[in-house]
């Protein structure tokens, strides 16, 4: 078991440091757009939330990729690893681009209908043109996450993380404030800075692509339409779910923007908040994953269930000791974002229940990840959805609109949707059905 444990550790740490340097550039981003005002931290916010909505499909290629690149690992056909790799960049800048060219003339168009203050809008709609900028940038660095975790190498996708990360503090610092001789760009400038860190990025990515994973046939030759068809299987689902996720994490903006502006700053606040305290999950989800794949990979589905187990366990652990702190002294995290009092005293409850949560999510995260990386995509993409679009929206809308109540109730009923599709998948993975999927 101590094997087993030390195996899964080793794993996901590289990967969690690595996504906690991805998410720490949007925390830093709020950190320091949030000293330009509630209005600039409201129109980040939902700026956000739609360009994460713009690359939600293309989301899908890192566990496809991983599911393919970790079977083929566990096979021990190394050299055919990185071939799904070349599909998923290959499918990146096809859609990527004309997707950015088009999003960026019609973002003028749309925005202004997500919100009803007019300096939210104008904000918010220059900082959006500029992040759709990089789609292309997003999706590439993502087929390389799910490469190199499915080849048990996550310490190279790390270390393009921190470069972006480092990057983007340094962009933000001169741009946002126009410090050293710098034009002053506000919230424009911090757009500007995540967008150039994530090119710079995804060339690292290529760098290491091509010094450590030519044998495996990296840019070796053009992907064949079988290769691409495949990868299009196994990411279109997961994709699908990462849309629909995102779609409905943008109308709980917009229904909590009715509220008004300040509710919609917190809610910025404490969802970007709860992302970062939910990366060791993802974290172990990716290991997890990774490990799932390779041992179907080897005909081995009772050694892949047990680590799904175990990985959930290690996950509960962590994030029980993660989320004691955001339980206590909820005031210390939230001062670092939201500088009135008022808004203090709004997230603070809120907070501390989603922080009682994460232990129960981190069963859900792992598990469902663990599914992916057994190409139980389809399985996913349905029970998420359901439980989002069918349950926790309507139910958020009954709640504000019909009775009234506010930033807390939709909390709960965030809090309750996120246990329930937690269950769900600890009954699918016990079921053990996912075991017979084949690639």
């Not at 087929?143 to 996550?154: C, L, T, V």
């Not at 921190?162 to 911090?190: D, E, Q, R, S």
């Not at 859900?364 to 959805?385: C, E, R, T």
Request: proline fraction near 4%; hydrophobic fraction near 55%; aromatic fraction near 10%.
């Amino acid at each position: 078991m101590l094997d087993r444990v030390k195996t899964i550790v080793c794993f996901a740490i590289p990967i969690i440091a690595g996504m906690v340097s991805q998410n720490v550039m949007v925390v830093i981003d709020m950190a320091m757009v949030g000293t330009l005002g509630t209005d600039a931290l409201a129109a980040v916010g939902i700026a956000s939330q739609v360009n994460f909505v713009s690359f939600a499909l293309l989301i899908g290629l890192t566990s496809g990729v991983l599911t393919i690149s970790s079977r083929l690992h566990g096979k021990g056909n190394d050299s055919e690893t990185a071939i799904p790799l070349n599909s998923a960049l290959l499918i990146s800048g096809v859609i990527g681009i004309p997707l950015s060219i088009a999003l960026y003339n019609t973002v003028p168009l749309f925005f202004p209908l997500l919100h009803d203050d007019p300096n939210v809008i104008l904000l918010g709609n220059d900082y959006l043109q500029v992040r759709v900028l990089a789609i292309t940038a997003v999706a590439m660095t993502l087929s390389f996450r799910g490469y190199w975790s499915g080849i048990k190498r996550p310490k190279l996708f790390m270390n393009s993380l921190f470069l972006m990360l480092v990057c983007n503090v340094v962009l933000n610092y001169l741009l946002i404030f126009g410090n050293l001789g710098f034009p002053k760009m506000g919230v424009t400038g911090a757009g500007v800075a995540t967008s150039l860190s994530l090119l710079i990025g995804t060339i690292y990515c290529f760098y290491l692509g091509f010094k450590h994973s030519k044998p495996a046939g990296f840019f070796q030759q053009l992907p064949t339409k079988t290769q691409l068809q495949q990868i299009i299987n196994f990411s279109l689902p997961q994709g699908l779910q990462q849309l629909f996720r995102a779609i409905g994490l943008t109308v709980m903006f917009i229904i909590i923007g009715t509220l008004g502006t300040d509710e919609l700053a917190v809610a910025n606040v404490l969802v970007n908040v709860t992302l970062v305290m939910i990366i060791p999950c993802i974290g172990f989800g990716i290991a997890a994953a990774s490990l799932v794949g390779q041992a179907l990979g080897q005909d081995a589905p009772e050694k892949a269930k047990r680590w799904g187990w175990d990985t959930a366990m290690i996950g509960v652990l962590f994030m029980c000791s993660m989320s004691l702190p955001m339980v206590l002294f909820p005031d210390l995290v939230l001062s670092a974002f939201v500088h009135e009092q008022h808004l203090v005293d709004m997230a603070r409850l809120p907070l501390q229940l989603i922080s009682l949560l994460l232990a129960v999510d981190a069963v859900g995260v792992i598990l469902l990840n663990s599914l992916l990386g057994a190409g139980a995509s389809k399985q996913v993409l349905k029970i998420s959805f359901s439980i989002q679009w069918l349950v926790f929206l309507p139910a958020a809308w009954i709640a504000s609109h019909h009775f009234g109540m506010g930033l807390l109730a939709i909390w709960c009923l965030n809090i309750a949707y996120r246990a329930i599709q937690a269950g769900i998948f600890v009954k699918i993975w016990h079921q053990g059905r996912w075991s017979t999927i084949q690639i």
